[in-house]
């Protein structure tokens, strides 16, 4: 069965703090992203990468950075959190192309910043 | 780039009655369309996909979706729904040219009541 691995279901941090949140893939996927999900506003993108150590920015990817140093491994970093920046996190890894591709979600994680 | 609406924020439902979740798209061209259901407290699961050829769609759990070219729409339905059914659901559309990413609308949630 396929599987993507968020390592942390629940974070609370303060301002200022810096973050990671870590994503595992043991499907040999690709293409791995990093979404980010508030009501009302659906899944936005933040970052996703198509192969090692290559990163593309997605729709809102001010205040996080990504790296990807090895296939399985997606990792989204917050420099200095701050409070707009609770939410849930979901990862995501797909095999095919951006557009078409089936994503393959973890659980998510939600950060609270304080 | 593509857009993607679910006008409807919140539906609730008796079990056993039929369900159609609405989606309406904005693109040149046929895109590339999915359905998504979040149950609580997990990530994305796809439901189905519709790519080319036959406009109505079977998925997983019972589901189907019909692609409606004139009416930029691709609602999802099912005869009956079971409690279990209760959870998020998140139409998505990804361009046909060019190397956009999915774009997802702000989602549905779904209530079953008995």
């Known amino acids: 069965d396929v599987k993507v691995t968020q390592s942390s279901r629940y974070l609370v941090k303060r301002t200022g703090e810096k973050v990671f949140l870590e994503c595992v893939q043991d499907m040999d996927h690709e293409n791995m992203f990093w979404y980010r999900q508030d009501p009302g506003l659906g899944l936005r993108l933040i970052y996703f990468s198509y192969d090692v150590k290559m990163k593309e920015k997605g729709d809102i990817p001010e205040g996080y950075s990504v790296s990807r140093e090895k296939k399985e491994r997606f990792s989204l970093i917050l420099e200095s959190a701050s409070t707009n920046q609770t939410s849930m996190y979901l990862c995501?890894?797909?095999?095919?192309?951006?557009?078409?591709?089936?994503?393959?979600f973890g659980e998510g994680s939600r950060l609270t910043v304080l | 780039a593509q857009s993607v609406t679910q006008p409807d924020i919140h539906i609730t439902v008796s079990e056993g009655a039929s369900l159609e979740l609405r989606c309406n798209y904005s693109?040149?061209?046929?895109?590339?369309l999915f359905w998504y259901v979040q149950s609580p407290g997990q990530g994305l699961q796809l439901l189905l996909k519709?790519?080319?050829?036959?406009?109505l769609v079977q998925g997983i759990k019972g589901f189907e979706a019909e692609f409606k070219r004139s009416q930029s729409s691709f609602n999802l339905r099912k005869p009956s729904v079971h409690w279990s059914d209760a959870a998020e659901y998140f139409c998505?559309?990804?361009?046909?040219?060019?190397?956009?990413?999915?774009?997802f609308g702000t989602g549905t949630r779904l209530t079953i009541i008995p």
């Open positions: 693109y040149g061209a046929t895109p590339y």
């Open positions: 519709y790519f080319s050829g036959d406009t």
């Open positions: 995501a890894s797909s095999l095919q192309g951006f557009s078409f591709g089936e994503l393959f």
């Open positions: 998505a559309v990804g361009a046909t040219f060019g190397n956009e990413k999915l774009t």
